[in-house]
């Protein structure tokens, strides 16, 4: 199983720094001058107190159906260092002035009413909670609180491992990481963002610290993860980890769609079939997640079924946004402004009251998936939910990668044996294909181009033209390999003294359908939909993402990208032509190969329920111009 070694070499690293226990739980070694955390026999006085004299419930915190709310979410920021698809619109979010945030004493003041009413666990969330520069202090006077037993973090993970050893000591008790997938080039074209080594540190050191369970968040959408669920299971093998599995849940911005979404269901029934072993765990009282155990796993997993199957019943989270507005429901867009109150001299009473009439009007559930997705809402960054969803279905690419820490994302911290070294060496990273979104019928005449315009053909590519017969222009090359340095290793070509020149490129293949799935693209008949308009549409998209495809390719800012495709009768066979264009100092050759390519492939992906006899081949550069070695027209 592809996540196999990543958590295996986590797992090793962990232990190079930790002892273990009889429970099989890491135990941190101390260190000079740390004090070690407590241990369960050496609760505070404080907590013990509180668990034997047990205050009655607040009115105000209890609603009409009788639900007691013990948990506060608190967003202490809307702002994050991450740019991650599924959290916010593509145009993005307008962030709320400064002076209109709450300040750090009036987050205080407010958890310290909520506290003193019956709350006892609070959790900071964002945006990125932890990229705010006074976390540490507030979870230090957030733990003087009498009455909260736990203070939680939902994080990205991005600074957790240089800050946790500080956030422990002053009174941090429960992580949650969110990471939707745990292949390195994945991860940084969803979140747009470098980062999957800090976070895989972030979930190292929280482990070598004594956190256990460690909760890892990981919204599964169809077509972006879904393939990589028995790996993430795997990981709670041998790591205390929880792996929570949320359904994909519509927010403004993220355009949800049902077809993203994978049930609990779904998800339950594909671990199973690998661990047909799995145990159903005991439910907490007021849990959101349903728990499962495996035979011999240190960890375990649990699925957030917010969709699928509600827990309204039994909720009992408040959450108040980074603004200072009162939500009492996740899904619900009623709020009401504490900080507007606070700032206008309300009393506790008032406030108290306040609360309560918000807490009152709370319904008994949320409306249905579909009904969610029409409601007005904010943004998921603006909310405080930290978990992760996805704008829409990208066409992405994972990189294989031979070098341990890049797949673990960890900086080395003791020296490889040997023998690790060599168990590294065939290794290769999980890889995915990220299947296009299905687009609806054409015409009878199956021929698509992705645009008209006057400066190139608006018919469907004839085989015989296209390509000039001659070579055009000095065709000057070089006679080393410009991506490798002087050592023989791998190295992006500086291109920052080029001139910018404008480019153009064209590429093309040929998918060879054989009759049967032929005659149904032409007539399109095919059950998956359109399958020359979703090839021209994967064709694009891949065009736009040929440096998260290509390892040592530079980003382009293309400016046009053109796909025509022909169905060949003579041959059963689609003719794929993909033409590039970009004004800077670099080709876009590999952008129309990379073009063209994707589109072949998903044409394959879209007909190989008919037939297996497909052929996908004859994928070369047609012509380029605009380049220091001159233009290039094939032959």
Same mark, same amino acid.
Request: with cysteine; charged share 20%; net charge positive.
């Given at each position: 199983?592809?996540?196999?070694?990543?958590?295996?070499?986590?797992?090793?690293?962990?232990?190079?720094?930790?002892?273990?226990?009889?429970?099989?739980?890491?135990?941190?070694?101390?260190?000079?001058?740390?004090?070690?955390?407590?241990?369960?026999?050496?609760?505070?006085?404080?907590?013990?107190?509180?668990?034997?004299?047990?205050?009655?419930?607040?009115?105000?915190?209890?609603?009409?159906?009788?639900?007691?709310?013990?948990?506060?979410?608190?967003?202490?920021?809307?702002?994050?260092?991450?740019?991650?698809?599924?959290?916010?619109?593509?145009?993005?979010?307008? +962030? !709320?002035?400064?002076?209109? %945030?709450?300040?750090?004493?009036?987050?205080? *003041?407010? =958890? /310290? $009413?909520?506290?003193? &009413? @019956?709350?006892?666990?609070?959790? +900071? !969330?964002?945006?990125?909670? %932890?990229?705010?520069?006074?976390?540490?202090? *507030?979870? =230090? /006077? $957030?733990?003087?609180? &009498? @009455?909260?037993?736990?203070?939680?973090? !939902?994080?990205?993970?991005?600074?957790?491992?240089?800050?946790?050893?500080?956030?422990?000591?002053?009174?941090?008790?429960?992580?949650?990481?969110?990471?939707?997938?745990?292949?390195?080039?994945?991860?940084?074209?969803?979140?747009?963002?470098?980062?999957?080594?800090?976070?895989?540190?972030?979930?190292?050191?929280?482990?070598?610290?004594?956190?256990?369970?460690?909760?890892?968040?990981?919204?599964?959408?169809?077509?972006?993860?879904?393939?990589?669920?028995?790996?993430?299971?795997?990981?709670?093998?041998?790591?205390?980890?929880?792996?929570?599995?949320?359904?994909?849940?519509?927010?403004?911005?993220?355009?949800?769609?049902?077809?993203?979404?994978?049930?609990?269901?779904?998800?339950?029934?594909?671990?199973?079939?690998?661990?047909?072993?799995?145990?159903?765990?005991?439910?907490?009282?007021?849990?959101?997640?349903?728990?499962?155990?495996?035979?011999?796993?240190?960890?375990?997993?649990?699925?957030?079924?917010?969709?699928?199957?509600?827990?309204?019943?039994?909720?009992?989270?408040?959450?108040?946004?980074?603004?200072?507005?009162?939500?009492?429901?996740?899904?619900?867009?009623?709020?009401?402004?504490?900080?507007?109150?606070?700032?206008?001299?309300?009393?506790?009473?008032?406030?108290?009251?306040?609360?309560?009439?918000?807490?009152?009007?709370?319904?008994?559930?949320?409306?249905?998936?579909?009904?969610?997705?029409?409601?007005?809402?904010?943004?998921?960054?603006?909310?405080?939910?930290?978990?992760?969803?996805?704008?829409?279905?990208?066409?992405?690419?994972?990189?294989?990668?031979?070098?341990?820490?890049?797949?673990?994302?960890?900086?080395?911290?003791?020296?490889?044996?040997?023998?690790?070294?060599?168990?590294?060496?065939?290794?290769?990273?999980?890889?995915?294909?990220?299947?296009?979104?299905?687009?609806?019928?054409?015409?009878?005449?199956?021929?698509?181009?992705?645009?008209?315009?006057?400066?190139?053909?608006?018919?469907?590519?004839?085989?015989?033209?296209?390509?000039?017969?001659?070579?055009?222009?000095?065709?000057?090359?070089?006679?080393?390999?410009?991506?490798?340095?002087?050592?023989?290793?791998?190295?992006?070509?500086?291109?920052?003294?080029?001139?910018?020149?404008?480019?153009?490129?064209?590429?093309?293949?040929?998918?060879?359908?054989?009759?049967?799935?032929?005659?149904?693209?032409?007539?399109?008949?095919?059950?998956?939909?359109?399958?020359?308009?979703?090839?021209?549409?994967?064709?694009?998209?891949?065009?736009?993402?040929?440096?998260?495809?290509?390892?040592?390719?530079?980003?382009?800012?293309?400016?046009?990208?053109?796909?025509?495709?022909?169905?060949?009768?003579?041959?059963?066979?689609?003719?794929?032509?993909?033409?590039?264009?970009?004004?800077?100092?670099?080709?876009?050759?590999?952008?129309?190969?990379?073009?063209?390519?994707?589109?072949?492939?998903?044409?394959?992906?879209?007909?190989?329920?008919?037939?297996?006899?497909?052929?996908?081949?004859?994928?070369?550069?047609?012509?380029?111009?605009?380049?220091?070695?001159?233009?290039?027209?094939?032959?």
């Amino acid at each position: 199983m592809a996540a196999q070694p990543a958590f295996r070499m986590l797992r090793w690293l962990v232990r190079s720094g930790t002892r273990g226990c009889s429970s099989g739980a890491p135990v941190t070694q101390p260190r000079p001058g740390v004090a070690p955390p407590p241990t369960r026999e050496e609760l505070p006085t404080r907590l013990q107190y509180l668990r034997e004299h047990a205050a009655p419930f607040s009115a105000f915190l209890t609603d009409s159906f009788g639900r007691q709310h013990s948990y506060l979410r608190i967003s202490l920021t809307e702002k994050c260092n991450l740019r991650c698809r599924y959290c916010m619109p593509e145009e993005g979010v307008p +962030l !709320t002035p400064r002076a209109d %945030l709450l300040t750090t004493e009036e987050i205080l *003041i407010l =958890a /310290r $009413l909520f506290v003193k &009413e @019956g709350v006892d666990k609070i959790r +900071l !969330t964002g945006g990125e909670p %932890l990229i705010r520069p006074d976390v540490v202090d *507030i979870v =230090a /006077r $957030l733990h003087q609180l &009498e @009455g909260l037993r736990t203070i939680g973090v !939902t994080t990205n993970g991005i600074n957790l491992a240089r800050l946790l050893p500080q956030l422990q000591k002053a009174g941090l008790g429960a992580i949650n990481i969110s990471l939707d997938t745990l292949v390195p080039a994945k991860f940084e074209f969803i979140v747009r963002r470098k980062g999957f080594h800090k976070v895989m540190e972030g979930i190292h050191k929280a482990i070598e610290l004594g956190y256990n369970p460690v909760k890892v968040n990981c919204v599964v959408m169809r077509g972006v993860n879904e393939d990589e669920l028995l790996d993430f299971v795997a990981l709670a093998e041998g790591l205390p980890l929880d792996m929570r599995f949320i359904e994909y849940m519509p927010f403004d911005g993220n355009k949800w769609n049902f077809k993203k979404m994978v049930s609990y269901k779904e998800m339950l029934d594909t671990i199973q079939q690998r661990w047909p072993e799995l145990e159903t765990l005991p439910e907490e009282e007021s849990s959101t997640a349903k728990a499962f155990k495996i035979p011999g796993f240190q960890g375990q997993v649990s699925f957030i079924t917010s969709m699928s199957e509600n827990f309204c019943g039994t909720c009992n989270r408040l959450r108040i946004t980074a603004d200072g507005n009162l939500k009492v429901c996740l899904f619900g867009n009623s709020e009401v402004s504490l900080r507007d109150h606070l700032r206008a001299g309300a009393s506790e009473e008032e406030l108290l009251s306040i609360i309560g009439a918000a807490v009152g009007r709370k319904k008994r559930q949320h409306a249905g998936m579909f009904n969610i997705a029409q409601m007005k809402n904010r943004p998921m960054i603006l909310i405080g939910l930290s978990s992760k969803l996805q704008e829409s279905a990208p066409v992405s690419s994972s990189l294989s990668s031979r070098d341990p820490l890049r797949v673990l994302g960890l900086t080395p911290r003791v020296s490889f044996p040997n023998q690790m070294a060599t168990w590294w060496k065939g290794y290769r990273a999980p890889q995915t294909l990220v299947a296009p979104p299905r687009v609806g019928s054409g015409s009878p005449w199956r021929c698509y181009c992705s645009h008209k315009d006057s400066d190139t053909n608006s018919k469907c590519l004839n085989p015989g033209s296209g390509a000039s017969a001659a070579p055009s222009g000095p065709r000057s090359t070089s006679d080393k390999l410009t991506h490798v340095d002087s050592e023989g290793r791998a190295a992006m070509v500086d291109v920052g003294q080029k001139p910018d020149t404008d480019r153009v490129a064209v590429a093309s293949a040929v998918v060879l359908l054989g009759p049967v799935a032929f005659k149904l693209v032409q007539q399109n008949q095919l059950k998956k939909g359109d399958a020359l308009m979703v090839a021209q549409l994967a064709g694009i998209q891949a065009a736009k993402q040929t440096s998260q495809l290509i390892p040592l390719c530079h980003h382009v800012a293309l400016s046009h990208v053109h796909i025509q495709l022909e169905l060949d009768s003579t041959r059963h066979a689609a003719v794929i032509q993909a033409s590039c264009r970009a004004r800077g100092p670099t080709g876009v050759e590999m952008e129309a190969l990379t073009s063209a390519a994707v589109a072949a492939l998903t044409l394959y992906d879209m007909c190989k329920a008919v037939s297996r006899d497909i052929t996908v081949g004859d994928i070369r550069l047609i012509s380029k111009t605009g380049g220091q070695r001159g233009d290039f027209h094939r032959a």
